[in-house]
């Protein structure tokens, strides 16, 4: 029965010695959390002045306004808290290794996440595509409809999403097919070497000028670029409006123009008559 007393007693003891220790130290405690009060303020009215200057900068993106507003806000009431810390009794340099130590660990977790984060951040930054854009990333080519801090997402002309790792776009070429408003498509023809290119080149202009989508304001070119042993390479360019489904489009009924002003029409150079040699009215006499 005693030692229970005694055990209570100092349990007693024990607790009125933590509450005293409590009590001296309020003041400080109060002061800290009034520090952090005042930085929490802080950042608001800040996080204020920020959105009034985006008028400033109206190409930055919706997405990376918001997350300079949220890293502003953490970083300023991050070090509001380790002021509070420091006010209190903690070290600022062991505040200072705490979080450094924490954001090795976090980093080697999340290497991945993070650097797909990043190369967004720079995405949205730079800007290099928009919403809507068509592009072409490695053998992905679509439409762009989503661009966030981890992946950009592609609309093929299949119907099929295609979600790209932000890290995987900005680390390779990337294509905007769309970002000039016009685009030129080129064909390549195998004629044999005997071929009259004059006539050929006459009747591959006319073909592919009477295709419509084919731009006026360009005309197609019809350019001698290959040969082999036993053909020549005719290479003909033309612009169209620069969205996959319409140069596919336009391609095709090219290539079908093509084939119907080419059949049954010879091409063959007609040999030249000798010298001297006496034609057919001359024969005839």
């Avoid at 003041?27 to 009034?34: E, G, H, M, S």
């Avoid at 070290?91 to 979080?99: C, E, Y």
């Amino acid at each position: 029965m005693q030692s229970v007393v005694d055990a209570l007693h100092h349990a007693g003891t024990e607790t009125l010695e933590n509450v005293g220790a409590l009590a001296r130290e309020i003041p400080t405690f109060l002061i800290a959390v009034l520090i952090v009060v005042f930085f929490v303020w802080l950042s608001q009215w800040l996080t204020r002045i920020f959105r009034r200057g985006e008028r400033f900068s109206p190409r930055l993106d919706p997405s990376l306004k918001l997350l300079f507003e949220q890293l502003l806000t953490a970083f300023i009431i991050t070090f509001g808290v380790a002021v509070a810390f420091g006010v209190i009794g903690v070290s600022f340099s062991t505040i200072i290794a705490t979080f450094g130590v924490a954001g090795l660990i976090v980093g080697f977790a999340l290497k991945d996440i993070l650097e797909n984060f990043v190369a967004g951040v720079l995405i949205l930054w730079r800007r290099p595509y928009e919403i809507a854009d068509q592009i072409q990333v490695g053998p992905n080519a679509g439409t762009v409809s989503e661009i966030n801090f981890r992946t950009t997402t592609l609309r093929t002309v299949d119907g099929i999403q295609v979600f790209i790792p932000n890290a995987q776009v900005f680390n390779q070429p990337i294509q905007n097919l769309t970002e000039n408003g016009t685009r030129r498509t080129t064909i390549v023809l195998q004629f044999p070497l005997d071929t009259d290119f004059a006539r050929a080149e006459a009747l591959l202009r006319a073909a592919v000028s009477s295709v419509d989508g084919v731009l006026p304001s360009a005309q197609p070119e019809i350019l001698l670029l290959g040969a082999s042993a036993t053909a020549y390479e005719l290479h003909v360019r033309y612009w169209t409006a620069p969205e996959i489904q319409v140069t596919n489009r336009i391609e095709s009924a090219v290539r079908l123009a093509i084939d119907n002003a080419f059949t049954g029409v010879d091409l063959s150079r007609t040999p030249a008559a000798p010298k001297g040699t006496p034609n057919a009215s001359e024969n005839s006499q």
